[in-house]
């Protein structure tokens, strides 16, 4: 064998490895490409399944504020149906002293 056809092994060998390499190089590529695919997946889900949860949160939330603000409206409603004198008295006098608070930061 001369060392021409030795040289022409060689390269077929080389062209070959490269070829090879290629190929595992897009395999891995493939699967490095499908599993980051898979914690996307897995991450979306994950962030979907907290996003659920807060919104659940968010809506008791939501609704016992708004029940207790409901009584507390029904409860002042009727504190003043009882004595409204009493409470027309006590707004009057919480205006007053307001007004004269800043009546008072003018002068300073």
Excluded: C
């Excluded at 090879?20 to 889900?45: F, Y």
């Excluded at 207790?68 to 409206?73: C, R, Y």
């Amino acid at each position: 064998m001369s060392e021409k056809d030795n040289i022409q092994e060689q390269m077929d060998a080389l062209k070959n490895d490269f070829g090879s390499l290629r190929r595992d190089i897009a395999d891995l590529s493939k699967t490095l490409r499908d599993a980051g695919a898979s914690k996307a997946e897995g991450i979306k889900a994950s962030i979907d399944e907290e996003l659920h949860a807060k919104a659940e949160e968010l809506k008791r939330a939501w609704e016992y504020a708004r029940e207790h603000g409901q009584k507390a409206k029904q409860e002042l409603e009727a504190g003043v149906g009882a004595h409204p004198y009493t409470t027309i008295l006590a707004a009057f006098g919480v205006g007053f002293i307001i007004a004269k608070l800043i009546d008072r930061g003018r002068r300073d």
